[in-house]
């Protein structure tokens, strides 16, 4: 196995080092991208590096009934915060809403994170989940 040096000041790599090739440019099918990994479990061993070549993934199975819902939950909830976002009646009631609850416990601290939870909240009760 190969080892890693590092050069001084630096401890570690961890993540994708070289992007992946996007589907339908050329030569995508057989491009790989190179990943690292770093261990942080306490050890004796100093060789808590590793890099892998990822290849192309190809999925094996169908998505689950399970999975499709969750899709659809993500993209319903994503298009309707960028509605609420540009809608005009909606933007100055949101700003208070979100100042008013962002200090508290449990308060959601930025005002994406915020809408999320209201749109995903209007999302379950019109669909009956949660």
């Known amino acids: 196995m190969a080892k890693i040096k590092w050069a001084k000041g630096i401890d570690y790599v961890s993540g994708l080092l070289s992007a992946r090739p996007k589907k339908g440019e050329p030569h995508s099918s057989h491009a790989n991208a ?7 479990a306490a050890t004796t061993n100093p060789d808590c590096t590793r890099v892998y070549m ?8 169908d998505p689950s009934a399970k999975e499709l819902l969750i899709r ?4 319903a909830v ?5 509605l609420r ?3 005009l009646m909606q933007i100055n009631q949101d700003n208070a809403a979100f100042l008013a609850q962002r200090d508290t416990a449990g308060g ?12 995903g ?7 009956g989940q949660g």
């Open 85 to 87: 976002r540009k809608d």
């Open 108 to 119: 959601k601290k930025t005002l994406t994170a915020y809408l999320w939870s209201v749109c």
């Open 54 to 61: 990822v290849g192309e993934y190809n999925r094996s199975t």
């Open 78 to 82: 994503s298009k309707a915060v960028q």
């Open 34 to 40: 190179l990943l690292a990994t770093h261990r942080k």
């Open 72 to 75: 659809a939950r993500f993209n």
């Open 121 to 127: 909240a209007e999302y379950d009760q019109q669909h």
